[in-house]
């Protein structure tokens, strides 16, 4: 274990573990952000020690008394079940090695960066950072995060309700959710990205009986909205740091 770092502030250092990129941001007790956004590439191969240590780093910088991790995969309680596109060693468009999947599978991932740090750390999936981000607390809403991969969380009156990870589920053509409405996807044909994303909003909020749909994530922007018109159910868009602020309702 590391000595503890010097805290000079009761504030929040939010990270938003992303596939292809990882963003810190520090926000104070109500979610405001205190200070500029940091994005830096998400290491591969990308082990837990190797993910400890490089969000260990910006711990160290920020001072903050308090962490808030989302992780882009499957988690109970701050361990890790599946670690999505964590577990391919060059990236999205590399294959899952078995060796790395199976040394993320069960890993403890907030109690490894407690002991690492010597800090009040709380892990949870990223779409759930993004929904206490996003959510605004009444009826059923839906939030969908849009980035490398594809990302679903649920809330009910204001409550993280859990349900499975889809991403590396069978969606369309023998192909997942992750790779249909991942970014490679939506770069490749974003008029067909489109039209997936649709089916894919349409079926979970059916599935879930949903009020209002969230879209998050940096191709958030990118959604035609106009597909959307008519529904039953409200389409918000939201900004591509709601999870950051997401992190200060981990500690209430």
Same mark, same amino acid.
């Given at each position: 274990? #590391? $000595?503890?770092?010097?805290? +000079?502030?009761? @504030? ?6 992303? @596939? &292809?990129? #990882? ?5 104070? *007790? ?11 590439? &998400? ?8 993910l400890v ?11 903050? @008394? ?5 992780? /882009? ?6 361990? +890790?079940?599946? /670690?999505?596109? =964590? ?10 090695? /078995? ?7 069960? #890993? *403890?991932?907030? %109690?490894?960066? %407690? ?10 999936? *990223? ?13 059923r809403e839906? !939030?969908? &995060?849009?980035? #490398?991969?594809?990302?679903? @969380?649920?809330? !009910? ?21 992750? !790779?249909? =409405? ?14 997936r994303l ?6 979970? !909020?059916? $599935? ?20 959307? %018109? ?13 999870? =950051? ?8």
């Open positions: 274990m #590391t $000595e503890p770092p010097v805290i +000079v502030r009761d @504030a929040i250092l939010a990270v938003d573990i992303g @596939a &292809t990129t #990882t963003k810190f941001g520090v926000v104070d *007790d109500e979610g405001r952000l205190v200070e500029e956004v940091r994005r830096e590439p &998400t290491p591969y191969p990308c082990s837990p020690q190797r240590d490089f969000v260990l780093g910006h711990v160290e910088r920020s001072g903050c @008394a308090r962490i808030g991790v989302g992780f /882009p995969g499957d988690l109970l309680d701050g361990r +890790v079940l599946e /670690p999505g596109n =964590l577990s391919r060693p060059g990236g999205f468009t590399s294959p899952i090695d /078995p060796a790395l999947h199976q040394a993320w599978q069960g #890993t *403890d991932l907030e %109690r490894a960066l %407690r002991e690492a740090s010597g800090l009040d750390v709380r892990v949870v999936n *990223d779409a759930t950072l993004a929904a206490l981000g996003c959510c605004q607390g009444r009826g839906l !939030v969908f &995060t849009l980035g #490398t991969g594809f990302g679903i @969380a649920l809330v !009910v009156d204001g409550t993280n309700v859990r349900i499975r990870d889809v991403g590396d589920e069978g969606f369309l053509e023998g192909e997942t959710y992750d !790779v249909l =409405l991942g970014d490679h996807a939506r770069s490749d044909d974003e008029g067909l990205w489109n039209d649709a089916v894919a909003v349409a079926n979970f !909020v059916e $599935e879930f009986s949903a009020d209002i749909v969230h879209l998050g994530g940096g191709n958030s922007g990118r959604v035609d909205l106009a597909r959307y %018109r008519g529904q039953r159910w409200r389409v918000v868009v939201n900004d591509n740091v709601a999870p =950051l602020r997401g992190a200060a309702k981990l500690f209430r």
